[in-house]
C-alpha cells in the first residue's frame, strides 16, 4: 500500500493536541504527501469525520487520529459505522493514552509521523464491541461499570479532564468509592455463568492497563480473541486502598479474595440496577444494563 495523502483528526484539547498543530507544518515539509487537518469541535465530532472520511477514502488515503484514547475510540468507531474495512493509524497526545502503552507507540510527534509512513501494511488488533439500544459501544482497551464508571462521570465534570492522569484517576477512586453502592450483575459466557450481589465494578479488558497506565488485568491481550474480566466485590476502605498497592506494586491482585477474574471469547453482562458505564475513559448512558461484548478485527496502520 503506497500512501498518497494523510487525513489528521485532531483533539486540540488533548494534553498536546495544540502542540502536534503547531509541530505538524514543519515536520510535513520533509516529506512529500499531501495531507489535511480537521479539528474536533465538539463529541462524537472524530466519529462522525472519521466515519464521513471512511466512506470516501481508498487505498491510498490514511485516517489518522491525534488525540488521547478517547479521540481513538471515537475515530475507530465512526470508521466501523461506515461499514467499509480501512486501517486507522494514531498519534497520541492525550493524558492517559494506553492504547500507545499497549503497543509501545513513542510519545514523540515527529517520530509518530516517521513510523507511520514507515508501515508497509496494517496490524490486525481486537477491539471490544457491542450494541446497546441499537447504538454501538466501541472500546479499544476496556468497558467497564460502577466505581470504574462513576469515576469518569466524576472526572468528566472537570473542565481539564483531557489533561487528567493515573494520579488524579486514582484519587477520584477513593472519593468515588463511597459514593458507590455494592450493585447485583450477573455475566455469562459459553461455558460460564457467574452471579454476584455485592459488586463494586466490572472491567471488561482488551489490554492490560486502563486509566493511564493501571495494570488493570496483567494477561490482557489485544491480540488473542479473548476478553479478560475483572469483577471487584465489595472491599471495606483500607482493604480498597492495599488492593491499590498489590495493583501499583506487583500487580498481583488478581489473587486477592475480592477479586474475581475470568476469560472467555464473548461476554452477556446483565446490570440488575443502573450504573454508570464507560469505555475507553468516555461515559457510557446509564441505561446500558443488558448488553453482549464480543471481539472483532480491526486494521490498525501501526
Known amino acids: 500500500m503506497t500512501l498518497q495523502k494523510l487525513i489528521f483528526i485532531v483533539n486540540e484539547h488533548s494534553r498536546k493536541g495544540k502542540k502536534f498543530t503547531r509541530q505538524l507544518h514543519r515536520i510535513m515539509k520533509d516529506y512529500t504527501i499531501s495531507y489535511d487537518v480537521y479539528k474536533t469541535e465538539y463529541k462524537k465530532h472524530a466519529m462522525e469525520l472519521a466515519r464521513e472520511f471512511t466512506e470516501l477514502s481508498d487505498e491510498k488515503t490514511l485516517i489518522i487520529a491525534v488525540g488521547g484514547d478517547g479521540t481513538l475510540n471515537e475515530v475507530v468507531a465512526g470508521s466501523i459505522s461506515a461499514q467499509k474495512d480501512v486501517p486507522i493509524a494514531y498519534i497520541p497526545t492525550g493524558s492517559g493514552n494506553d492504547f500507545a502503552r499497549a503497543r509501545k507507540l513513542s510519545k514523540n510527534i515527529e517520530a509518530n509521523i516517521k513510523r507511520i509512513l514507515s508501515v508497509k501494511e ?57 459514593e458507590q453502592k455494592p450493585f447485583p450483575l450477573t455475566i455469562k459466557s459459553f461455558d460460564s455463568n457467574e452471579h454476584f450481589d455485592d459488586t463494586l465494578l466490572i472491567v471488561f479488558a482488551n489490554h492490560k492497563n486502563f486509566a493511564g497506565g493501571i495494570p488493570i488485568h496483567p494477561l490482557a491481550l489485544a491480540t ?20 491499590i498497592v498489590k495493583v501499583l506494586v506487583n500487580e498481583s491482585h488478581l489473587s486477592h479474595e475480592k477479586v474475581h477474574s475470568f476469560r472467555a471469547s464473548s461476554w452477556h453482562l446483565t446490570l440488575h440496577t443502573p450504573q454508570h458505564g464507560q469505555r475507553d475513559g468516555e461515559l457510557i448512558d446509564e441505561a446500558a444494563y443488558n448488553m453482549s461484548i464480543q471481539t472483532r478485527k480491526k486494521k490498525f496502520w501501526l
Request: no cysteine; proline share 3%; net charge positive.
Open 224 to 243: 488473542d480473541e479473548i476478553i479478560d474480566v475483572i469483577v471487584l466485590k465489595k472491599v471495606n476502605f483500607i482493604g480498597l486502598l492495599k488492593l
Open 122 to 178: 496494517p496490524t490486525q488488533l481486537d477491539i471490544l464491541t457491542s450494541n446497546v439500544k441499537e447504538e454501538p459501544i466501541v472500546a479499544v482497551n476496556s468497558i467497564g461499570f460502577g466505581l470504574d464508571g462513576k469515576v469518569i462521570y466524576k472526572l468528566g465534570k472537570n473542565k481539564n479532564k483531557e489533561t487528567i492522569g493515573k494520579v488524579s484517576y486514582l484519587l477520584t477512586v477513593l472519593s468515588a468509592y463511597f
